[in-house]
């Protein structure tokens, strides 16, 4: 089970009825946050989650609408109690930012680790997801983000008998444990069948729409996307400030083809989103309008 | 007319329902923001004030919690298109804090500056207001502050006929104007009684209960003073960390004598403040618990 939950989806002003956009996904008690504005930790507590569980914080780009949330954070997870590191994966820049954020909150009971990205695409395996983050087009260096939950394969009983593995081993191995035994390694790859379809999901905020997106989008459970402007007459702004209107996020969609689409990063003009999503829909008709709070949990199919 | 609102009333971090302790006092337009912790930007819109007409920011120290908002509020306020310089004052170590935050909002449209208090007690013409600052009792250096808007005296008919002063020119003297006619200087002090009894705010926050902050609040139409616990069972824990309990901050306003207390900086702990407000009110009757959002308008009194 991945649980999703925008806890807001508001662009560069936190408004009374819209938090920043931000994005928490859970997975096995596991959590990856995505963004961490002015007010992150309040919608945190908003959507009923707590700060224990973050593993690690992934930020898209260094614009304080996205990290200026960040030392109040910090400071509440160390309130809390936190000893265990929390790593923090950001454009080139990252690291002094959070040096020089940390100046109001200095000392942690915790490690901060910032991981500086500079490669066209990097992989990380955090908070027990395969995360995969790829340059955007926005005024800055900016990131999005591929979160997978793999899933190993089915437990091989034929194979297991056939390999002469004593029963009272399978349950270990098919949990992934490798067992030493009666002179023998077993290993896991021994009793299972071929990996599975695992879960899927992307997040993109701060980006003009790019083949590169719709390429990583693919095969999603569910892709969140900037929309910043609801009215395609908006475009030639959404090109000046590099965003995208909804239309644009639907075209991704459209040729990425996930399970669901869900935009956020809403423009502080976009009152409500609502009125412009039938025309996306006719688009891409899986197509919603994120609100804070937003959340789904999405399962491993059972048919496979 | 002085507005004096609570924009928020809590201490050490944000929650749902409750702002971090900030306040904002307007006098003529002008406003003076006390504290910026995250979020406040967002209280500044709930309680239906606009970034524009606040000229200063007095901060009282530089804990997370008084401070961590600053780089959201710049941007907003640069957002909005000020250009007015924004003057912010604070105890030693405030350039440099505001020089790090700044990290995430390098370009500004206005100017900001800074100005770091080490002495005992700072004066301050701003925004309208006389501001004093003097240092209170914490874990890190912390200033309590004075607003008062001063009130000129009466214009007095008999001075100005026994200075033979042409009546053309008394509404400008009246107003504040010095004339120069007639090959005469003509100054309003002239055509004024005696300075009249003005209007009067203190407002303290993180301290223990020091003498010094019944002297300053002495003759003040409003003390906003902290409380950050209400039952007086947690006194040990307020002298260890350097707050107060309701009853402290009541035997301050007890000696200090002002038009009202009101209570703020809660900790996260109080839930609700009222169910300590009856034992408060036996030391001062006029105690008042502070909401997200309390208001009051102070006027010049008619009688004098």
């Known amino acids: 089970m ?6 807001g989806t508001g662009g560069m002003m936190p408004l009374k009825n819209r938090f920043l956009a931000s994005c928490i996904l859970r997975l096995n008690g596991h959590c990856a946050l995505l963004d961490c504005g002015e007010g992150t930790q309040v919608a945190l507590k ?38 265990e590191k929390l790593t923090i994966l950001g454009p080139f820049g990252i690291k002094e930012v959070v040096r020089c954020l940390r100046v109001i909150v200095p000392g942690l009971p915790f490690a901060v680790e910032c991981v500086e990205m500079t490669a066209e695409e990097e992989h990380f395996s955090l908070a027990g997801f395969e995360i995969t983050a790829f ?13 997978e939950a793999l899933r190993q394969g089915r437990f091989d009983v034929e194979r297991a008998q056939a390999a002469d593995i004593p029963r009272r081993y399978w349950n270990a191995l098919q949990h992934g444990r490798t067992v030493e035994a009666d002179g023998r390694v077993l290993t896991p790859d021994m009793v299972l069948g071929p990996a599975r379809r695992g879960l899927k999901v992307t997040y993109c905020v701060d980006t003009r ?7 990583h989008a693919k095969g999603s ?11 395609e007459e908006k475009r030639a ?31 502080p003009s976009l009152v409500a989103p609502e009125p412009y ?22 399962t491993f199919s059972k048919d496979e």
Chains 1, 2 share one sequence.
């Open 209 to 215: 729409p790019i083949a590169a997106i719709a390429g």
């Open 221 to 231: 459970d569910l892709f969140i996307c900037e929309g910043t402007f609801g009215d």
């Open 277 to 298: 999503m039938e025309q996306t829909r006719k688009i891409f008709a899986r197509a919603y309008a994120g609100t804070d709070g937003k959340r789904t949990t999405l």
């Open 2 to 7: 991945l649980d999703v939950c925008l806890l």
């Open 135 to 147: 340059p955007v087009h926005h005024r800055v260096p900016c990131y999005g983000y591929v979160f």
């Open 237 to 267: 702004r959404a090109v000046e400030t590099r965003h995208m209107t909804f239309r644009e996020a639907a075209k991704l969609a459209e040729a990425a083809q996930p399970g669901e689409l869900w935009l956020t990063h809403y423009s």
């Open 46 to 83: 908003m959507s009923n989650f707590t700060f224990k569980p973050i593993d690690v914080l992934c930020v898209t780009h260094l614009h304080a609408d996205h990290i200026s949330g960040l030392p109040g954070l910090l400071l509440s997870m160390g309130n809390e109690g936190r000893t």
